[in-house]
């Protein structure tokens, strides 16, 4: 276990921080799974832009990898477009 002060601290706000990205990144894979359980193209497109921007912010704070967050997009938006 740490001793100095500033080590306790960052221990504690990792955990937070890991906590937080894991209900961030678990919120958006629901979200893109209920985007891909769509049956119609309207469906999937009112929810489309609330995914893009989940995915975005998990890519902007490093959550996922830009380029995950890129084939993601791409993956759904052919999805949509198949429908």
Do not use: F
């Not at 894991?22 to 009112?46: G, V």
């Amino acid at each position: 276990m740490a001793n100095h002060k500033s080590s306790l601290k960052r221990i504690r706000s990792n955990e937070a921080k890991r906590l937080r990205n894991k209900y961030q990144h678990k919120t958006t894979r629901n979200a893109i799974k209920k985007l891909r359980d769509a049956e119609t193209k309207e469906e999937a497109q009112a929810l489309y832009s609330n995914v893009v921007s989940m995915i975005d912010k998990l890519a902007k704070k490093n959550v996922i990898h830009a380029n995950k967050a890129a084939n993601l997009k791409s993956g759904l938006t052919k999805h949509i477009a198949a429908l």
